[in-house]
């Protein structure tokens, strides 16, 4: 099967009704995590750089976000007082198992996105840093609505965007100064697109009909 950017819309598409219809917004929740699975699976099915460096700084990514996660829900000194809920999955200490999974995911969507752009090493850095504020901005405004987390006071505080910024500059890093070629993975630059906009549309259905 080739995942196209159609493929991608319409597998989005299917997700904003599972979401908005009344008598399956419990299966939207429940499948969320296998959704986020797939999503990842599909960057990995199309990346082809499997030196032994880009295992291991995969590998880096995945336990020392979790662990920034895992610290900071228990402690509510890195990113601000929050929980998280149902709506990732499993959890380990508070924590959900594919939020390491899903901070890669990120970086590399994003770096995907920058890298045919930017030619210049540091503004691919610091640009795929912006693109992963950019995104959280919003998706911490749906992420309740979606059971995944709930910050104490409703949105969450500069720290978090703050840590947010800084542990992105050094994943990107990592992918800018070991070479980790993205360029050819289009369905992972599609996936981030599409997603934000999915986000949107929640977001703008939640201010227009309040779920």
């Given at each position: 099967m080739v995942v196209d950017r159609a493929w991608i819309i319409r597998f989005y598409a299917v997700g904003y009704l599972l979401f908005v219809l009344p008598w399956t917004h419990?299966?939207?929740v429940a499948l969320t995590p296998l959704s986020l699975l797939l999503a990842i699976g599909v960057v990995f099915y199309y990346h082809t750089d499997w030196r032994p460096i880009?295992?291991?700084w995969f590998a880096?990514?995945?336990?020392s976000s979790f662990g920034l996660e895992m610290i900071g829900v228990n402690s509510g000194a890195v990113f601000g007082v929050y929980r998280y809920e149902?709506?990732?999955g499993v959890k380990w200490n508070g924590t959900?198992?594919?939020i390491g999974l899903n901070w890669l995911f990120l970086v590399y969507a994003s770096r995907a996105l920058v890298v045919c752009?930017?030619?210049t090493t540091w503004l691919r850095i610091v640009t795929g840093a912006v693109l992963m504020i950019v995104y959280d901005l919003l998706?911490?405004?749906v992420a309740p609505l979606m059971r995944m987390w709930y910050f104490e006071g409703g949105y969450p505080p500069p720290a978090n965007f703050i840590t947010w910024f800084i542990a992105a500059l050094v994943y990107h890093t990592g992918f800018e100064f070991?070479?980790?070629q993205t360029a050819s993975n289009a369905p992972a630059r599609w996936l981030f697109v599409v997603q934000w906009i999915f986000f949107l549309l929640i977001a703008m259905y939640n201010l227009l009909f309040s779920v």
């Amino acid at each position: 099967m080739v995942v196209d950017r159609a493929w991608i819309i319409r597998f989005y598409a299917v997700g904003y009704l599972l979401f908005v219809l009344p008598w399956t917004h419990n299966w939207f929740v429940a499948l969320t995590p296998l959704s986020l699975l797939l999503a990842i699976g599909v960057v990995f099915y199309y990346h082809t750089d499997w030196r032994p460096i880009v295992w291991l700084w995969f590998a880096f990514i995945i336990v020392s976000s979790f662990g920034l996660e895992m610290i900071g829900v228990n402690s509510g000194a890195v990113f601000g007082v929050y929980r998280y809920e149902d709506g990732l999955g499993v959890k380990w200490n508070g924590t959900p198992l594919i939020i390491g999974l899903n901070w890669l995911f990120l970086v590399y969507a994003s770096r995907a996105l920058v890298v045919c752009r930017l030619h210049t090493t540091w503004l691919r850095i610091v640009t795929g840093a912006v693109l992963m504020i950019v995104y959280d901005l919003l998706l911490e405004w749906v992420a309740p609505l979606m059971r995944m987390w709930y910050f104490e006071g409703g949105y969450p505080p500069p720290a978090n965007f703050i840590t947010w910024f800084i542990a992105a500059l050094v994943y990107h890093t990592g992918f800018e100064f070991l070479g980790i070629q993205t360029a050819s993975n289009a369905p992972a630059r599609w996936l981030f697109v599409v997603q934000w906009i999915f986000f949107l549309l929640i977001a703008m259905y939640n201010l227009l009909f309040s779920v």
